[in-house]
Nanobody, 114 residues
Framework: QVQLVESGGGLVQPGGSLRLSCAASGIILSSNAVGWYRQAPGKERELVALITSGGSTNYADSVKGRFKISRDNAKNTVYLQMNSLKPEDTGVYSC????????WGQGTQVTVSS
């Protein structure tokens, strides 16, 4: 049974930082591309960052230079380091991967507000 479990969300002031974690069981994350998505209130879900099985990374223009996606193969976990957070970064962040079918975590809420 495949499970993706996100953690690390919370309330942070503008300019602050958070690190999200996506821990997997039942699947080896390093064998597949893993993406972090976010969904803001009233908006469609968007891809924020992606890491491929080879370790290449891609970012949405809105987060380039502020967010960093990384992977710890020993822990079977993908991280999203978020710095210089802005109110528009607020949303539910979910990790995603695909292996024969789509797998999503339950999401973690990030709120950037003063």
């Amino acid at each position: 049974q495949v499970q993706l479990v996100e953690s690390g969300g919370g309330l942070v002031q503008p300019g602050g930082s958070l690190r999200l974690s996506c821990a997997a069981s039942g699947i080896i994350l390093s064998s597949n591309a893993v993406g972090w998505y976010r969904q803001a209130p009233g908006k469609e879900r968007e891809l924020v960052a992606l890491i491929t099985s080879g370790g290449s990374t891609n970012y949405a223009d809105s987060v380039k230079g502020r967010f960093k996606i990384s992977r710890d193969n020993a822990k079977n976990t993908v991280y999203l380091q978020m710095n210089s957070l802005k109110p528009e970064d607020t949303g539910v962040y979910s990790c995603y991967t695909q292996f024969w079918r789509d797998y999503w975590g339950q999401g973690t809420q990030v709120t950037v507000s003063s």
